[in-house]
């Protein structure tokens, strides 16, 4: 039925945006004239799978520029089907296909080529959202998705954002497109570097103890390049442990952020959140609060039982993660 359901939003989409784009199609794994096909499935924290389907087709002669160098294309498609974890239940679809193009000196996106996406929602409690932004450095544009995901607990209720992620598709002047897509559950892979877990215990009161482990992940590719005006990826994970006055495990949870930055422009955005309620009564929200392109960070609440109350009231306090410029990361609680 999961199968199924995936194909028949890839028809749909595909019937309605032949109204947008006459040549648009989505691609097909045997079909000749595709480079490319990427597929990854993440696993959110408020209990949605997303399967991403990322096409990129073989190299394509555009024209001459000025100076008479060659310029090429490239055609990216995008295809996300989100499902609920626990049934398999189909609840939305997700379409964007673009133009990246280069020339050995130079790569752009082609705006002629670049669609709006397209999303169906199919579940009454559940809506997701999706859109892009376009970054470009002397050697990179990047088209970056963020998706966010909404649920209202009944027909009575507002949504309410429970989670997101985002996908970055990143080309070089050269041609050679790569992607960035992460998520909490994401295993350390060889192209990442993971620095030392840092870790303080802070005294919230007579019976509770906040113990906190950090450690950023980095990734290598980005921080071998000798050209500073690249846009590069840094996550910060963030396990923080509730404990009582004799050491023993009261609650804990797992948070992380993810952040692109450009050292050389002074960018730094937050690209998406994600966490993990692990053990014991505790509640977190995270949200990413980008104002600019130079301002940005994670920001979220911690609800925890408080040990010291008879009547199951919670302790709450704020958590903010920032990180500059520079790629350099700070986590603060408060209250």
Same mark, same amino acid.
């Given at each position: %039925?999961?199968?199924?359901?995936?194909?028949? %939003?890839? &028809?749909?989409?595909? $019937?309605?945006?032949?109204?947008?784009?006459?040549? $648009?199609?989505?691609?097909?794994? $045997?079909?000749?004239?595709?480079?490319?096909?990427?597929?990854?499935?993440?696993?959110?924290?408020?209990?949605?799978?997303?399967?991403?389907?990322?096409?990129?087709?073989?190299? +394509?002669?555009?024209?001459?520029?000025?100076?008479?160098?060659?310029?090429?294309?490239?055609?990216? =498609?995008?295809?996300?089907?989100?499902?609920?974890? =626990?049934?398999?239940?189909?609840?939305?679809?997700?379409? &964007?296909?673009?133009?990246?193009?280069?020339?050995?000196?130079?790569?752009?996106?082609?705006?002629?080529?670049? %669609?709006?996406?397209?999303?169906?929602?199919?579940?009454?409690?559940? !809506?997701?959202?999706?859109?892009?932004? +376009?970054?470009?450095?002397?050697?990179?544009?990047?088209?970056?998705?963020?998706?966010?995901?909404? #649920?209202?607990?009944?027909?009575?209720?507002?949504?309410?954002?429970?989670?997101?992620?985002?996908?970055?598709?990143?080309?070089?002047?050269? @041609?050679?497109?790569?992607?960035?897509?992460?998520?909490?559950?994401?295993?350390?892979?060889? !192209?990442?570097?993971?620095?030392?877990?840092?870790? *303080?215990?802070?005294?919230?009161?007579?019976?509770?103890?906040?113990?906190?482990?950090?450690?950023?992940?980095?990734?290598?590719?980005?921080?071998?390049?000798?050209?500073?005006?690249?846009?590069?990826?840094?996550?910060?994970?963030?396990?923080?442990?509730?404990?009582?006055?004799?050491?023993?495990?009261?609650?804990?949870? +797992?948070?992380?952020?993810?952040?692109?930055? *450009?050292?050389?422009?002074?960018?730094?955005?937050? $690209?998406?959140?994600?966490?993990? =309620?692990?053990?014991?009564?505790?509640?977190?929200? %995270?949200?990413?609060?980008?104002?600019?392109?130079?301002? @940005?960070?994670?920001?979220?609440?911690?609800?925890? #039982?408080?040990? *010291?109350?008879?009547?199951?009231?919670?302790?709450?306090?704020?958590?903010?993660?920032?990180?500059?410029? =520079?790629?350099?990361?700070?986590?603060?609680?408060?209250?």
């Amino acid at each position: %039925m999961r199968k199924v359901l995936s194909q028949f %939003m890839s &028809l749909l989409i595909f $019937l309605t945006s032949l109204g947008f784009c006459p040549s $648009l199609v989505v691609a097909d794994e $045997l079909r000749p004239g595709w480079e490319i096909r990427h597929k990854k499935s993440v696993v959110t924290c408020s209990g949605i799978d997303c399967v991403s389907d990322i096409n990129v087709s073989e190299p +394509v002669f555009d024209s001459l520029d000025a100076s008479g160098n060659e310029t090429y294309r490239k055609k990216i =498609e995008i295809k996300n089907d989100f499902f609920l974890s =626990e049934n398999n239940d189909y609840i939305s679809g997700n379409f &964007l296909s673009f133009y990246f193009i280069y020339n050995n000196n130079d790569v752009t996106i082609d705006e002629k080529g670049l %669609m709006k996406d397209v999303t169906y929602n199919f579940n009454n409690y559940w !809506e997701i959202t999706a859109c892009e932004e +376009v970054c470009t450095s002397k050697e990179q544009c990047i088209i970056s998705q963020r998706v966010g995901m909404y #649920k209202r607990d009944s027909s009575l209720h507002n949504l309410e954002n429970t989670d997101e992620f985002h996908i970055d598709v990143i080309c070089s002047t050269k @041609g050679e497109v790569i992607f960035n897509i992460k998520s909490l559950d994401t295993s350390p892979k060889d !192209e990442e570097k993971i620095s030392e877990p840092l870790v *303080n215990t802070t005294k919230i009161n007579k019976k509770l103890f906040r113990e906190v482990s950090e450690k950023d992940i980095e990734y290598i590719s980005d921080l071998n390049n000798s050209n500073s005006d690249r846009y590069r990826y840094i996550s910060r994970n963030v396990h923080v442990i509730y404990k009582d006055s004799k050491g023993n495990l009261y609650a804990d949870a +797992v948070i992380q952020a993810t952040f692109r930055y *450009n050292i050389e422009t002074r960018e730094v955005q937050c $690209l998406s959140t994600s966490n993990e =309620e692990k053990n014991g009564e505790i509640d977190v929200l %995270m949200r990413t609060g980008n104002e600019t392109r130079t301002y @940005g960070g994670a920001y979220g609440e911690i609800k925890v #039982k408080d040990p *010291n109350s008879i009547f199951g009231k919670n302790h709450k306090e704020s958590i903010i993660i920032k990180c500059d410029s =520079e790629g350099k990361i700070t986590t603060q609680f408060l209250g």
